[in-house]
């Protein structure tokens, strides 16, 4: 990979500058541009196709091939942009909260810890502020969130809380909803392969069951969820169904910017059932 190539086409692929300092103004422009412009999409479980978890071909689906994906790929490639940029980077694992209150499985999630240097004065003791960088959740925070920080974080998505939990973990809340529970110690992207493993190939994941691609806007949300359109404004929701395969791929095309030769379609057990893993492999 050349390197410095590779992150001016990053920096281009998002419409973001190269940053004077790595700093927590800079993390912010860069997680915000990110977010409205590379889709959390998991295409690439239904449409057969190889999912590396290795920096290269993160960084070229997301660059070269100018696709988005999953936690994995977008907060592993994120995370290579960002060192390279001269910040200092922890990859986290996290389990996500279900919806009757139990975690999902041990590197569920991959989120970012990221370092950068405390304002003059700020008090903070180390001269280092630790933020949670995470542009791989789908409708989750705008913004980076104060890691150390446990009241109450305003954000354009809503409220935000990182509070302690037992054993040493992190909860994110959102609106006072748990969202997903961190283990602090420090992760290798090849420790989550048998998380992203599970989430391409189990009938049990939400990412196997059904197909979505979206991404922030600047005044809200858009969504494409098999064959319906959703579009968030202002806190208004207006939903389309598209009746044409036509119509589909337009719409990949013209809010994802993903040129796709075929409209993807929910692969079914059987299909996946014939799919490997290697290390650092999913796919």
């Known amino acids: 990979m050349d390197t410095s190539r590779t992150i001016s086409d990053y920096l281009h692929r998002i419409g973001a500058d190269r940053p004077a300092v790595p700093d927590a103004v800079a993390l912010r422009d860069l997680q915000v541009r990110h977010l409205r412009t ?52 922890t990859l986290l694992q996290a389990r996500v909260f279900k919806t009757d209150g139990g975690l999902g499985i041990p590197y569920d999630h991959l989120a970012l810890l990221v370092e950068t240097p405390a304002p003059s004065g700020s008090g903070t003791g180390t001269g280092v502020e630790r933020w949670l960088a995470d542009v791989g959740f789908g409708s989750h925070s705008v913004h980076p969130l104060a890691f150390d920080e446990r009241g109450e974080q305003d954000d354009p998505a809503g409220t935000f809380q990182v509070a302690a939990a037992p054993g040493g973990d992190i909860d994110v809340l959102r609106d006072g909803k748990p969202q997903y529970r961190i283990d602090q110690r420090p992760r290798a992207l090849a420790d989550f392969t048998a998380g992203a493993w599970y989430h391409r190939t189990s009938p049990e994941s939400h990412f196997t069951r059904s197909l979505v691609c979206s991404r922030n806007t600047h005044d809200g949300r858009i969504t494409l969820s098999g064959r319906k359109l959703v579009t968030t404004v202002g806190g208004e929701r207006y939903e389309r169904e598209l009746a044409e395969d036509a119509e589909i791929l337009a719409a990949y095309r013209e809010h994802f910017g993903l040129d796709l030769d075929q409209v993807p379609q929910v692969m079914t057990h059987r ?13």
């Open 38 to 89: 590379v889709p959390f999409e998991n295409l690439s479980v239904h449409l057969a196709e190889e999912i590396v978890l290795e920096e290269g071909p993160l960084v070229a689906k997301v660059v070269d091939r100018r696709r988005g994906g999953f936690c994995y790929e977008l907060n592993g490639a994120f995370a290579v942009l960002l060192r390279e940029l001269g910040f200092r980077v």
């Open 271 to 283: 299909t996946r059932e014939g799919l490997s893993w290697t290390s650092g492999t999913c796919g």
